[in-house]
């Protein structure tokens, strides 16, 4: 069970943190209002104050994730000189950092979006693939210049995207492998998933 936060000044913030600890223990459907509420240490009458359904958390949380995980990889990529390998590897990083540092958030990401209504699916759909699209492309300049000689290029980026997703639901921390260790091994599978030149 969710342990029970005692703290002055609950607000937005400290609602959504309960919920993403619900959403990832219960899973959003096993989630209510009443144990929302019951960690943050709020009534749920409290809670309509800063969200009008149980709806609009798990929105507010999804694409607030998939808005920082687009930062992150965006800001790595544009900090990456030209070379593909080196732009694949920088994203590829990011994204690994972002599923093993804000783990909870990355899981709920990857597995609750069938739980979107119409509108929030839509939007968060519309998200995945600007990032998608992100590492489409440098793997598809990385092909054209001879980089990358995968001769499936959309397969291979949905296949590095998706070995990301993963690592949310096994990543333990505090275990053997730090964050910065694992990007650093799931960059060696991105490249070489593209059949990429060495670093």
Same mark, same amino acid.
């Given at each position: 069970?969710?342990?029970?936060?005692?703290?002055?000044?609950?607000?937005?913030?400290?609602?959504?943190?309960?919920? *993403? /600890?619900?959403?990832?223990?219960?899973?959003?459907?096993?989630? !209510?209002?009443?144990?929302?509420?019951? &960690? %943050?240490? $709020?009534?749920?009458?409290?809670?309509?104050?800063?969200?009008?359904?149980?709806?609009?958390?798990?929105?507010?949380?999804?694409?607030?994730?998939?808005?920082?995980? *687009? /930062?992150?990889?965006?800001?790595?990529?544009?900090?990456?000189? !030209?070379?593909?390998?080196?732009?694949? &590897? %920088?994203? $590829?990083?990011?994204?690994?950092?972002?599923?093993?540092?804000?783990?909870?958030?990355?899981?709920?990401?990857?597995?609750?979006?069938?739980?979107?209504?119409?509108?929030?699916?839509?939007?968060?759909?519309?998200?995945?693939?600007?990032?998608?699209?992100?590492?489409?492309?440098?793997?598809?300049?990385?092909?054209?210049?001879?980089?990358?000689?995968?001769?499936?290029?959309?397969?291979?980026?949905?296949?590095?995207?998706?070995?990301?997703?993963?690592?949310?639901?096994?990543?333990?921390?505090?275990?053997?492998?730090?964050?910065?260790?694992?990007?650093?091994?799931?960059?060696?599978?991105?490249?070489?998933?593209?059949?990429?030149?060495?670093?």
């Amino acid at each position: 069970m969710a342990q029970t936060r005692s703290r002055s000044g609950n607000g937005r913030a400290t609602l959504l943190e309960c919920a *993403i /600890s619900n959403f990832t223990e219960r899973g959003y459907h096993g989630t !209510s209002m009443r144990d929302i509420a019951s &960690d %943050a240490g $709020v009534t749920v009458a409290s809670i309509y104050h800063h969200f009008p359904s149980k709806q609009e958390i798990l929105q507010e949380i999804m694409v607030r994730t998939m808005t920082d995980t *687009i /930062s992150m990889t965006r800001s790595a990529l544009v900090a990456s000189d !030209s070379e593909p390998a080196h732009q694949l &590897d %920088a994203i $590829v990083r990011a994204w690994t950092l972002f599923h093993t540092t804000r783990q909870q958030e990355a899981l709920i990401g990857a597995s609750e979006l069938r739980s979107l209504d119409d509108v929030g699916r839509k939007l968060v759909v519309t998200l995945r693939d600007e990032q998608e699209a992100m590492f489409r492309e440098v793997i598809d300049r990385g092909v054209a210049l001879g980089a990358f000689a995968t001769p499936f290029p959309r397969e291979a980026a949905r296949a590095v995207i998706n070995m990301g997703y993963a690592i949310a639901s096994w990543y333990r921390a505090g275990g053997s492998i730090q964050p910065a260790q694992m990007a650093e091994r799931y960059s060696e599978l991105a490249l070489g998933t593209v059949r990429g030149t060495s670093l």
